[in-house]
């Protein structure tokens, strides 16, 4: 299939016939990125939720689907609503939320840089590659702009099981009662990846990492966190639903380029680093000081790469070796870890936080 990456429809007030039987023949009816509009009781405000920015992160969908479904011919919203649907190809590639993006193209979420980051990318004779994702990334910024937004939420799935999160790049009233519509954990992030989040919209802006894609929870707290915005009176100063603990600014675990990568219950004696199996499970509970948590060959944590804010290497603050374990030199948080090992290659292995910053 072609891909036009210059295609954006739009929906107004969608009707029952429109919305399909159920959120799979939804997506399948839909051609491209969409946005749906629906009108609010004051017209003069808008809200925008983004969703499927990766094809294989379903919550938002879902819960957008059912909520729509159920407040057809119902009461309206507070304010008017921007729902953006973004990855509607790669969602609808069989079998159904499987794939990230299509392949030969790339992660849209990494796609939304300023001009001025373009020019220093060509400056060190880094063009960015597949221009057309980064069209489509402009064209959803475009749609976000054109309602002037009194907040922006960008919905998100784990690949695997975890705690809901949401991740902001400014801490205040705003964005800490938002998130807690949905969770009660808040990441202040100050990474630069090309995300939605990262984009000054003049409005507050969250990620919400709804839980793992697969867990019925998950779309459960996305559906709620949509009906609370929609039913939501004012969201200047709104009411936190719950306490929100901040995790400040975590870092990106990656491996090192050509280094392999595999998952073990045990020492198998694979090249470069092995994670145990059951490593998802940390993301509920974090890394304890000298932990252990796989296997490493003879390059030890030179295979490993954590940048600090200067793009410093500081590994070894982390983690280290015992003969050939791979171990935790802090009690540390640890979020999206996965066994997904395409992610964990093009992504990361995990964000990681030391756990004492949790505490202000």
């Not at 991740?167 to 807690?180: G, P």
């Not at 639903?241 to 073990?264: M, T």
């Not at 694979?270 to 003879?298: A, P």
Request: with cysteine; charged share 20%; proline share 3%.
């Amino acid at each position: 299939m072609e891909i036009d990456y210059s295609e954006i429809n739009y929906l107004q007030d969608p009707s029952w016939q429109a919305l399909q039987a159920d959120y799979e023949q939804f997506l399948l009816s839909m051609t491209g990125p969409t946005v749906i509009d629906v009108t609010g009781l004051n017209t003069n405000k808008c809200r925008v939720i983004t969703t499927l920015l990766q094809g294989n992160e379903p919550s938002g969908l879902i819960a957008l689907h059912r909520w729509l479904v159920t407040n057809v011919n119902q009461r309206l919203p507070q304010t008017n609503l921007r729902f953006i649907i973004c990855s509607v190809e790669a969602a609808s590639k069989s079998p159904l939320f499987s794939k990230r993006f299509i392949e030969g193209s790339k992660d849209i979420n990494r796609c939304f840089v300023t001009t001025e980051q373009k020019a220093d990318l060509k400056a060190l004779g880094n063009a960015p590659t597949q221009p057309g994702c980064f069209e489509r990334a402009k064209l959803i910024e475009h749609a976000i702009r054109e309602v002037n937004p009194e907040m922006v939420i960008d919905l998100h799935n784990a690949c695997s099981p975890s705690p809901c999160f949401a991740v902001s790049a400014s801490v205040t009233t705003e964005t800490l009662s938002l998130a807690s519509f949905f969770c009660q954990t808040l990441i202040l992030s100050d990474l630069k990846l090309g995300a939605l989040m990262e984009q000054d919209f003049a409005c507050p802006c969250i990620t919400i990492e709804c839980g793992g894609s697969n867990d019925e929870q998950s779309h459960e707290v996305a559906f709620a966190g949509i009906d609370h915005i929609a039913n939501c009176e004012n969201i200047g100063y709104i009411h936190q639903e719950k306490n929100v603990e901040v995790i400040y600014r975590p870092l990106r675990l990656r491996l090192k380029e050509g280094v392999n990568l595999s998952y073990a219950e045990h020492d198998e004696g694979h090249r470069g680093i092995t994670l145990k199996k059951n490593i998802e499970c940390f993301n509920f509970g974090g890394i304890n000081q000298d932990e252990m948590i796989g296997w490493v060959d003879g390059n030890g944590i030179e295979n490993l790469i954590l940048l600090d804010k200067n793009d410093n290497n500081i590994i070894d603050e982390y983690f280290y070796t015992r003969n050939n374990l791979l171990v935790s030199r802090q009690n540390l948080r640890i979020f999206k870890a996965s066994t997904n090992k395409a992610i964990a290659l093009n992504d990361c292995l995990f964000y990681v936080v030391k756990h004492h910053n949790n505490e202000g």
